[in-house]
């Protein structure tokens, strides 16, 4: 009689997820709230302010090449665990840096400290999801736990700019970094709770080397990821109010319900397409019926549904193109897609759209409709080239 063993994801996984949901909370929280700290308390411009937040983007990017030769020279539970350290301190920086009431902070300097934050999240984040995460899980369940982990990030991407909005309104931006600067000291604390072997590092490892940074071979699915978190960017650098965020974190929760139930048997293709159309309906209704009051429910709402099919297809997409043993560098490449994209959406949307909405949302627009008409071929690459 056969017996059919029922899986799951243990103890130390969720404490990883939720360590992995706090750490993106704690920069998700800065998206809408500093960009006008940047205007309002250190006087920048448009242009400038942009700068600052697009050096993240680039900064992600920093220590790509060294993570795979840090995770076998050091322990790797210990270089997450400074990462995260140095995300907490570069917010630690921030709030002193308000402090200084006095005087305004030299751009050069703005720019740095957020170019090291993205720095430490890229660093933190290519080592949290794609070696620790997955080190706490049998192999069988290890795309689960991708799904999971990368539902935590999206859902973070709404829930994080809309509790630094609700800080902002209610209390100050001293608040607003002391709740980001919180959310990391607590991720950090819940990755001290899970006890990791020790094992023998490789002594071959380059120092220099795309293992566990960047998949080559996804490189085609990467730009077409770029194009739609780019347009997505583009919106968050507008002046959103509360209300956008909560629609698009109901949004979410309705394409994981999908993703869940409706698209489970679905033609592999169904996904991206219909987020990308939700994605660009949403844009059409806030270029043509902004005044109408539905639209400000609807679009995010879109929005939401739309981002969150097209995360989770495309992550399944780039671990189905890594092959043996490159799980973790198809989550990294993910990763940066997603995270590098949306920076650099919102250092375009402030330098280069500040006061032009309309323009702003019909550039997305642009960019959406050419990710919709290239993603025919990247779907059909990905067919021909995919590994598992």
Known sequence: MEIEVKRKLKGDFWLLA????????????????????????QNLSA?????????????????GFFVSFLIERYRRNVVCILSIAGVAGLLAVLYYLDGLRSQFVELPVLILLRFAMGAAFGLSQMVLCSTLIIDTCESALRTEANFATG??????????PLTGLLLLRHTDYPTVFLAAMGCAVVSLMLVLLVKFPFRTPDDDVSVFCLDRFFLPHGTV??????????AFGLLLSMQLPVRFFAMMMGGLMVALICWRFVFRDADLKSEVVTGLILLGAALI??????????????????????????????LLFFIKLSRHCQRGT??????????????????????????????LVFTSLLLVVFAL????????WFIKNKNR
């Not at 939720?18 to 308390?41: D, H, K």
């Not at 043509?288 to 097209?310: D, E, H, K, N, Q």
């Not at 008409?373 to 059909?380: D, R, V």
């Open 330 to 359: 198809s989550q990294s490449t993910f990763m940066l897609g997603w995270e590098s994209g949306i920076a650099l959406g919102i250092g375009l949307g402030l330098g280069c759209f500040n006061g032009m909405p309309q323009l």
């Open 285 to 314: 209704m806030m270029l043509t019926r902004s005044l109408l009051p539905i639209v400000s429910y609807a679009a995010p709402t879109f929005i939401g549904v739309g981002m969150g099919l097209i995360g989770s297809r495309f």
């Open 221 to 230: 699915l990467f730009m077409n990821l770029l194009l739609v978190t780019v």
């Open 151 to 160: 539902w935590f990030g999206r859902i973070a991407l709404a829930l994080g």
């Open 373 to 380: 008409t290239t993603y025919q071929f990247s779907h059909n």
């Open 47 to 63: 242009a400038e302010s942009g700068l600052v937040m697009g050096a993240f983007g680039a900064g992600l990017f920093v220590f």
């Open 18 to 41: 939720i360590s992995e949901f706090l750490l993106s909370m704690s920069v998700y929280l800065l998206l809408p709230t500093m960009p006008l700290w940047l205007a309002g308390n």
